[in-house]
């Protein structure tokens, strides 16, 4: 089941799952894992539209169709790429904080295997979208992209995500997210392509910039 094996629950399972997952979540945001299960048993409805959208785009019906996965023998090539390009940006990205693109979570909670692809995918280009909207991965910045992810997904785990990220920030940094940030973001996910129906590793070669704005990305302005 996309790098791990299907786990079949039943709907009290399920609730417990994902009862048990929020809370750990909310505890400790940097449980990779328990955000993974939470958005794979709250978000089926989600992951649903989010396949229906990608059968109606050309690029997106070629992801389903090839099943692109992001780890290191598939995206290795684009540290080698000009600097100019989306490729290298990404990589500078992975490289300047020591990432790697093989330590996504399985998905192991959905019912089909399309949709537990759709589910890997959204994982796996999380760091894309960290490199087009040029966000940190501190606090802020992951509380930011949350709100894009909603957005363009609608995912409840993703509004649960900003709500733990946002209670632990001190006063100057929550007021920096809710007076810069935040009305950044919902501007910026609104204004953007439907990012799930991208091919980003068929753009890797192009220039940042013209790809930000054939999606329409704008990155995220300077904090004041």
Known sequence: MI???RVRLNTWQQTAVAVGSAVGALLDPRRADLIAALGETTGKPAFERVLERMR???EGRAVLLERPRVISANVG???DLPPNTFGAAYARFMGSRNFSPDDRPPVRFMETDELAYVAMRAREVHDFWHTLFDLPT????ESALKVIEFEQMYLPMCMLSVIGGTARFNPKQRNLFYQHYLPWAIR???QCTDLMGVYYERHFDE???ELRRKLGIFPAPAAP
């Open 207 to 209: 220039d940042l910039e």
């Open 3 to 5: 790098g791990g094996s």
């Open 56 to 58: 109606q785009s050309t």
């Open 77 to 79: 090539h684009a540290w």
């Open 138 to 141: 501190n606090l802020i910045g």
């Open 188 to 190: 910026a996910g609104m």
